[in-house]
């Protein structure tokens, strides 16, 4: 079991840049592939971002590639998304997730390969 808490969402106006950090609870936070989603109003959620365990392998969601950047410190146990030239319709509800399976590969994109869930963070941009 891993509990995972979402940070650093908040007002930005476009062209600006968060920084999102996902905290995990547990000694086997190197041991998941974790991901980053988001959930617009009226929207389903959607993938952002994965990193493989060691953060050697990452992908994007082709509306984010260029602008956003996943990475992870399992000394840390934290997930980051760096999120630069932010668009309006970059607002959403941003969500971290935790994929416990025994391979460690990536695309993960579908919520059903995902075990753990954090609450969520919001970001806004403003046009």
């Known amino acids: 079991q891993v509990q995972l808490v979402e940070s650093g969402g908040g007002l930005v106006q476009a062209g600006g840049s968060l920084r999102l950090s996902c905290a995990a609870s547990?000694?086997?936070?190197?041991?998941?592939?974790m991901g980053w989603f988001r959930q617009a109003p009226g929207k389903e959620r959607g993938f952002v971002a994965a990193?493989?365990?060691?953060?050697?392998?990452?992908d994007y969601a082709d509306s984010v590639k260029g602008r956003f950047t996943i990475s992870r410190d399992n000394a840390k146990n934290t997930v980051y998304l760096q999120m630069n030239s932010l668009k309006p319709e970059d607002t959403a509800v941003y969500y971290c997730?935790?994929?416990?399976?025994?391979?460690?590969?990536?695309?993960?994109?579908?919520?059903?390969?995902?075990?753990?869930w954090g609450q969520g963070t919001q970001v806004t941009v403003s046009s």
């Open positions: 990193i493989t365990r060691s953060g050697a392998r990452t």
């Open positions: 997730a935790a994929d416990r399976s025994i391979y460690n590969t990536l695309p993960r994109r579908t919520l059903s390969e995902y075990d753990y």
């Open positions: 547990g000694r086997t936070f190197s041991s998941y592939v």
